[in-house]
């Protein structure tokens, strides 16, 4: 847990170092970071493939924050609360982190990056985090 907290932070804090500032949004105007976490198990017991992966990302992420973003390969565990004495779930993960204004714009985009991953490779969810930021110069 803490090597991957300590990975993330680092992969902003690049950004947030290395990008002009012009890339991100004005805090007073709403900065946000969203990350996703893409559970990489299909329910045939495959896995999503590297190839299907980066096609994805391609057609369906990078459209949509084009300003850019960050992908990070991550391992996770889960259980469905849904249902009763849920085994757990360990899998490799993309997470895919994003800071972007706080628009409705952004919001349609983070819903539709989801929708597509779970009916592209027929997953329950996507889990999704945001958390409000404020950029430093």
């Known amino acids: 847990m803490n090597r991957r907290f300590t ?11 290395a990008l002009p500032r012009t890339a991100f949004a004005d805090p007073t105007t709403g900065a946000v ?5 893409f559970g990489l198990e299909l329910s045939d017991g495959g896995t999503v493939s590297e190839r299907d992966w980066t096609r994805f990302l391609a057609e369906v992420v990078t459209p949509r924050f084009p300003d ?6 991550a391992y996770g565990q889960w259980r469905d609360p849904a249902l ?15 800071v972007h204004s706080e628009t409705p714009e952004a919001a ?9 991953y779970m009916d ?6 996507v889990f999704h985090t945001e958390a409000p930021l404020r950029i430093v110069e």
């Not at 990975?7 to 170092?17: D, E, G, N, S």
């Not at 970071?33 to 976490?37: F, I």
């Not at 349609?108 to 597509?116: F, S």
């Open 108 to 116: 349609v985009a983070l819903a539709d990056i989801k929708t597509e």
């Open 68 to 73: 850019g973003l960050t992908v990070v390969d």
């Open 120 to 125: 592209r490779f027929g997953q329950k969810s």
């Open 33 to 37: 970071q969203s990350t996703l976490y």
């Open 7 to 17: 990975c993330i932070f680092l992969v902003v804090l690049v950004l947030a170092v």
């Open 84 to 98: 009763a004495d849920a085994p757990i779930v360990r899998e490799a993960t993309k997470i895919i982190i994003v």
